[in-house]
């Protein structure tokens, strides 16, 4: 059940969890359990991660960091082994990514005394790394045979209702979604306003891209915290940001139409 043509297949850097995911979703299919158990599940592991970075256990966060990464996976895998997308469960995934890593890195800022302003910088930072690997893998998704259908590329509007959902439920989410990636989305947009108009990008360059990706963001700080290196934590993921501008410059440059 992949999201993407055959053709357009590439070494996915930060979906390693995907595996554990296709577990995971083959384990719940015939169970009462939806994506939505899943995606809360996912969030009460990135908690109990937090608390770990707090308590300074930091081997036993990094192992709940990757494994909210599998679990991560595993809702949209099992909406599709149901056959029930929803825009509920694509958005409340979003806003419990978005609001876990800013509590990951508040956490962090609490154990090393970091500055203030450098982990709200860090935070913007990694919002915005993931910002343009999602714009350009959901353009990707789109231009793609039967691709994705609940992840569009300019999200401006309340979607309808898919069967099975709530209406109200949709709104709500769709409008917390729009205040917490909005700021995000428009300078991304900005950044690389005619990247939609482009068929396709190489496989080469959406692996570059897949170092932004929030799974590869996960394991880094994964990385540094079982390596004991938990102060540069902050200040890597801020100069880390410097990708940005090479990424949309080498799109720019090569893949115009």
């Not at 039967?146 to 999200?155: I, L, N, P």
Request: hydrophobic share 50%; charged share 15%.
């Amino acid at each position: 059940m992949s999201k993407l043509n055959a053709s357009d297949k590439f070494l996915d850097l930060s979906d390693y969890g995907r595996s554990f995911g296709r577990f995971l979703a083959n384990q719940l299919k015939e169970t009462r359990f939806t994506p939505i158990h899943v995606t809360l599940l996912f969030g009460i592991t990135g908690l109990i991660a937090i608390y770990c970075i707090l308590h300074h256990y930091y081997i036993s966060a990094s192992f709940f960091i990757l494994l909210k990464s599998g679990i991560d996976a595993a809702d949209g895998e099992l909406a599709r082994l149901k056959k029930t997308p929803s825009y509920s469960g694509r958005y409340l995934d979003s806003i419990f990514d978005i609001f876990l890593n800013f509590f990951f890195l508040l956490a962090i800022y609490k154990v090393t005394n970091s500055p203030l302003w450098m982990m709200l910088l860090a935070f913007f930072c990694i919002q915005l790394q993931g910002t343009l690997y999602n714009y350009y893998y959901v353009i990707l998704r789109n231009k793609s045979v039967g691709g994705d259908t609940t992840s569009k590329v300019f999200e401006y509007k309340t979607p309808k209702a898919l069967p099975g959902e709530s209406q109200k439920s949709v709104t709500i989410l769709f409008g917390i979604y729009t205040v917490v990636y909005g700021g995000f989305d428009k300078i991304i947009h900005f950044l690389d306003q005619n990247a939609y108009k482009v068929k396709t990008f190489p496989n080469w360059f959406m692996t570059l891209l897949s170092f932004y990706g929030l799974g590869f963001q996960l394991l880094l700080i994964a990385f540094m915290l079982t390596m004991g290196w938990i102060a540069f934590i902050i200040p890597v993921l801020i100069y880390y940001s410097i990708l940005i501008i090479a990424l949309i410059g080498i799109r720019k440059s090569f893949f115009i139409r």
